[in-house]
């Protein structure tokens, strides 16, 4: 008995994890996008590099969870349908955060085509335009969001 509560509340946990990530609200974006790589390698399999040039601290909380949701849904994808090694820059610049997903460098099949990215751009679509924002696809996909200030 005391077993199956003990795995209940370890499901429970991992739940409330995956709709919010503490380590977002304790930590950063920065640590919670370190942390999504190296999930992204244990769970998944895919070699993930991240590149963040953001400051917490001008990054409001409900931004940066939705940087963090997207991130996650496109690894996500990629570990599917990209190579093994991916590459994920994130870019704060006065009124926007740019995020761009590609291969990452030393990927045998470094450079990808057109089509190998599209998926998620589509996937990101949605997601993007109703957060006011847009996506831009070719060998890779960026992704710009307005900023708002913390």
């Known amino acids: 008995m005391s077993a199956a509560i003990d795995q209940a509340v ?8 995956g709709l919010h990530p503490l380590i977002l609200d304790n930590l950063g974006l920065r640590a919670a996008l370190d942390w999504l790589a190296h999930d992204a390698t244990t769970r998944l399999g895919l070699d993930v590099e991240f590149h963040v040039d953001v400051d917490d601290r001008e990054v409001a909380a409900p931004s940066a969870l939705a940087i963090y949701r997207l991130a996650e849904t496109a690894t996500a994808h990629l570990a599917q349908h990209a190579g093994r090694a991916v590459a994920v820059d994130v870019l704060q610049r006065p009124f926007d955060v740019v995020l761009q997903f590609r291969r990452a460098k030393g990927d045998a099949q470094e450079e990808a085509n057109a089509d190998e990215f599209a ?28 900023m708002k200030p913390a």
């Open 119 to 146: 998926g998620l751009a589509e996937i990101l679509q949605d997601q993007v335009h109703l957060l006011g924002g847009r996506v831009e696809a070719g060998r890779r996909v960026m992704v710009f969001l307005p």
């Open 10 to 17: 370890g499901v429970v946990r991992q739940m409330a994890i």
